[in-house]
């Protein structure tokens, strides 16, 4: 399922708004994972995919939260890669 026309516009820690590009939505495990795209130019560095987890609050709207298990993102992130491989093959 792409996403690719979708931008979402994520505030930090520090109240600093920053815009993503929807790369990929993949659903996994019974949960759903966000990959998103910088759209600004970091400090030298190449574009780099984040992986955010979809869930939900307490009012049953959609969020999306840091994966906090090491071991879930590299299923997700592996499992994204796979995808992206498959595509190109």
Same mark, same amino acid.
């Given at each position: 399922?792409?996403?690719?026309?979708?931008? *979402?516009? =994520?505030?930090?820690? $520090? @109240?600093? /708004?920053?815009?993503?590009?929807?790369?990929? #939505?993949?659903?996994? +495990?019974?949960?759903?994972?966000?990959?998103? *795209?910088? =759209?600004?130019?970091? $400090? @030298?560095? /190449?574009?780099?995919?984040?992986?955010?987890? #979809?869930?939900?609050? +307490?009012?049953?709207?959609?969020?999306?939260?840091?994966?906090?298990?090491?071991? $879930?993102?590299?299923?997700?992130?592996?499992?994204?890669?796979?995808?992206?491989?498959?595509?190109?093959?």
């Amino acid at each position: 399922m792409t996403h690719e026309d979708e931008v *979402l516009t =994520l505030t930090d820690e $520090e @109240g600093n /708004e920053h815009k993503f590009s929807v790369i990929d #939505i993949i659903e996994m +495990d019974g949960s759903e994972y966000a990959i998103l *795209l910088p =759209l600004e130019e970091g $400090e @030298g560095d /190449e574009e780099e995919a984040i992986i955010l987890k #979809i869930d939900t609050d +307490d009012d049953g709207n959609e969020v999306l939260v840091d994966i906090d298990d090491d071991e $879930e993102w590299e299923k997700v992130a592996d499992t994204w890669t796979s995808m992206v491989e498959e595509e190109e093959a």
